[in-house]
């Protein structure tokens, strides 16, 4: 008998991934390129301060490509994986979620303070699912005039 098709998708995965997951740290140059990114958005003048248009500005380059690659389930599934992970961190983004369309809602406020955290993880996971080659390869093409981006990365692969 034929299981019935909900309106909403939970990813399953293998025990084994699960824990390997669960298990996930985010090491502290994923963080700083996380860092580097919000800042390199914010500089380009879309707002006066670090605040959650930095943070979808660096989301929203990343489901352009990234959404190219594993469509926009999968982009909304590392995103809101980033993001429970992120919660376990810090409870700053307790009122945070992601929508049906991969957008963020709830990041305002003390949250803003953890918007590194969360692309952090998001980061993490490009590099555990689609590989460090690729996710090297993605933020180069969009990120192409982030100064030393491409010598930061080939540092972290290198490790």
Excluded at 12 to 24: D, E, I, L, V
Excluded at 48 to 56: K, Q, R
Excluded at 100 to 124: P, R, W
Aim: proline share 4%.
């Amino acid at each position: 008998m034929a299981a019935e098709p909900t309106d909403s998708y939970t990813p399953t995965c293998s025990r084994r991934a699960n824990r390997k997951m669960r298990g996930m740290r985010t090491s502290p140059t994923t963080y700083e390129l996380a860092e580097r990114l919000i800042a390199y958005e914010a500089a380009l003048g879309r707002t006066s301060h670090l605040d959650l248009s930095e943070t979808c500005h660096v989301c929203e380059k990343l489901r352009r490509s990234l959404g190219t690659l594993v469509g926009p389930e999968g982009y909304r599934s590392l995103l809101a994986r980033a993001l429970i992970l992120a919660k376990r961190e810090t409870p700053l983004l307790g009122a945070v979620k992601v929508k049906e369309d991969g957008s963020i809602e709830g990041l305002t406020g003390k949250a803003t303070e953890a918007n590194v955290v969360l692309i952090g993880h998001f980061l993490g996971l490009m590099e555990t699912f689609i590989g460090e080659a690729v996710t090297v390869w993605l933020l180069n093409d969009i990120w192409q005039d982030l100064p030393g981006l491409r010598i930061k990365l080939r540092e972290k692969i290198r490790r």
